[in-house]
C-alpha cells in the first residue's frame, strides 16, 4: 500500500487565481428551465468561471503564484523546486513549467517538472514537493496545480459543460523540521475509460475525424477532442474510494478524525460529495464547499476551497487537515496535514 | 434480500412518480421523472442499503426493476 510519512515539510503560503468571466448553470441553452434548476440543486454548481481563448492555465497559476511570493515576500533566487500539476498544459512538449519558472523570474537552480493527472492532481503533487523538500536540499519550492478544463467540454454536452469550471492554484512549501504530511495513495488503470479525450494524444492522433460531433444521447454531444464523463460510473467509484481513502489513512497512521478540523474533498459533485461525508459521518462545519460558486475546477478544487472558504481560519490558526482529491485516472489519494497561521492571499482574478 | 423492499427503495428515490406505479416489471427508463440524476441516487441507494457498487453499464443494461434487483443479488 502506497502510505507515505513524509516530515519536515510545511505549507507557507497558498494562493489561487480564477478568470473574471462568470457563467451562470440558468444560462446554459442546453437546458430547460427545470433542467437547470434541477442540476443546480444536484450537483450544486450555480456558476462557474470559464477561461478566455486567450488564458491558459499557467495563467491562472502564474497570477496566484506571483501574488502568494510577493505576500510571503520571499526571494526568488530562494525557490529551488517548481512542480506544476496539469491536464492542459500550454504546448504538447515542452513541459509547461520551464515556461513558468520563466516567467516567475525563479533561478535557474530550480528542478521543474510537470505532473500530469486531475481530480487526484493535487494531492499527489503535495506528495512529490514534499518529498523533495523532505531532504533538506531544497529549501523553498512552489507547487502550482490549475486547469482550463471548461476549454475540453462539448458546449452541447449536459454532462461536462455546466459543471467544469477554471482555475489555477499556487502553494508555497518549505523545508521545517517538525512538519509531516501523511499519504494513502492509489490507482485503478481499468477505469481510464470514464473520464477520458479520445483523440489528439499518440494512441489516437487528431484526424479529420477527430473534429466531427456525435450524437451520444439526448443533450450529449461531442467530438472525439472534448471530454467524456461516465458520470454512474465516477460517482460509483467516488462514493467507495474517497470514503475508504480516509479510513485506510486513518487506521494506518492512528488518526482521530474527530481531532481533524477541516475535510477538503475535491469539489467533484455536491451530491457526490455529500454521500462521501455522510458515510465518513463528518459534521457540516467540517467540510467546506467551493463547487456552488466555481464548479468543478479539476486539481484546483482543494486549494481553492481552502482559499474561498477558509481564509481566516487559516490566517489565524494552527489546523489539521484531510484532503481526498479522486478522479481522472482512475487515481485518487488522500493527505492529512497540519497549517500554522499560513499567508493565504485574496482571490485573484483575471 | 428481498425483491417487494428493494422496489420500494427503487421507488423512494423518485419524488413526482406516485409509488403505485412501481412493480417489479415497470420498465423504468420510460418513466417520465427518470433521469441520469435519478440513476444516481439509485446508485447511491444500493451502495447504502445492499452494499453493491453498481456499474453504468449495470443501469444501463437493466429494463425492469426485476432485472436490477438480480444484478444486485448478483454482486452480493
Known amino acids: ?350 | 434480500m428481498e425483491l417487494q423492499e428493494f422496489i420500494t427503495n427503487f421507488a423512494n428515490q423518485f419524488e413526482e412518480t406516485d409509488s403505485s406505479v412501481f412493480t417489479k416489471d415497470t420498465i423504468f427508463k420510460d418513466l417520465d421523472e427518470w433521469s441520469s440524476l435519478i440513476a444516481l441516487s439509485i446508485i447511491a441507494m444500493v451502495d447504502e442499503e445492499y452494499g453493491v457498487a453498481l456499474k453504468g453499464d449495470d443501469i444501463r443494461s437493466a429494463n425492469t426493476i426485476e432485472d436490477l434487483f438480480e444484478i444486485v443479488k448478483s454482486k452480493k
Open chain 1, 1 to 350: 500500500m502506497a502510505f507515505l510519512s513524509i516530515p519536515n515539510a510545511a505549507i507557507a503560503g497558498i494562493s489561487t487565481c480564477v478568470p473574471k468571466q462568470e457563467e451562470f448553470c440558468s444560462e446554459i441553452t442546453l437546458f430547460s428551465e427545470e433542467e437547470s434548476s434541477n442540476f443546480s440543486k444536484t450537483t450544486g454548481v450555480i456558476s462557474r468561471r470559464v477561461a478566455s481563448p486567450d488564458i491558459c492555465s499557467s495563467d491562472l497559476c502564474y497570477h496566484a503564484a506571483d501574488k502568494l511570493l510577493n505576500n510571503l515576500q520571499w526571494d526568488r533566487e530562494e525557490i529551488e523546486c517548481l512542480v506544476f500539476v496539469t491536464q492542459t498544459p500550454d504546448y504538447l512538449l515542452p513541459a509547461t513549467s520551464p515556461i513558468l519558472q520563466k516567467r516567475l523570474g525563479l533561478s535557474e537552480n530550480c528542478l521543474a517538472l510537470d505532473i500530469s493527472l486531475g481530480c487526484s492532481g493535487y494531492v499527489y503533487g503535495l506528495s512529490v514537493i514534499s518529498s523533495m523538500l523532505s531532504h533538506g536540499n531544497i529549501k523553498k519550492g512552489l507547487l502550482l496545480a490549475g486547469d482550463t478544463i471548461s476549454k475540453t467540454c462539448s458546449k452541447n454536452d449536459k454532462t461536462t459543460y455546466p459543471l467544469f469550471g477554471d482555475a489555477g492554484s499556487a502553494t508555497a512549501l518549505e523545508f521545517q523540521g517538525g512538519g509531516n504530511f501523511l499519504f494513502n495513495l492509489k490507482t485503478d488503470g481499468s477505469g481510464s475509460n470514464v473520464i477520458k479525450i479520445e483523440d489528439g494524444g499518440f494512441r489516437n492522433p487528431t484526424n479529420y475525424e477527430s473534429f466531427k460531433e456525435i450524437k451520444i444521447d439526448g443533450g450529449i454531444s461531442r467530438n472525439k477532442l472534448q471530454l467524456i464523463l461516465e458520470g454512474m460510473d465516477v460517482f460509483t467509484f467516488g462514493i467507495s474510494k474517497a470514503p475508504a481513502s480516509i479510513k485506510e489513512l486513518s487506521e494506518h497512521f492512528e488518526l482521530n478524525l474527530e481531532s481533524v478540523d477541516y475535510f477538503i474533498f475535491h469539489q467533484a459533485n455536491k451530491f457526490m460529495n455529500e454521500k462521501i461525508r455522510k458515510k465518513l459521518n463528518l459534521p457540516v462545519e467540517k467540510v467546506p464547499y467551493s463547487i456552488e460558486r466555481f464548479g468543478n475546477t479539476s486539481c484546483a478544487t482543494i486549494p481553492l476551497t481552502m482559499v474561498t472558504e477558509m481564509k481566516d481560519k487559516l490566517e489565524n490558526n494552527r489546523l489539521f487537515h484531510i484532503a481526498c482529491g479522486f478522479g481522472v485516472g482512475l487515481s485518487w489519494g488522500s493527505v492529512y496535514f497540519e497549517t500554522n497561521k499560513i499567508v493565504v492571499s485574496d482571490l485573484v482574478e483575471i
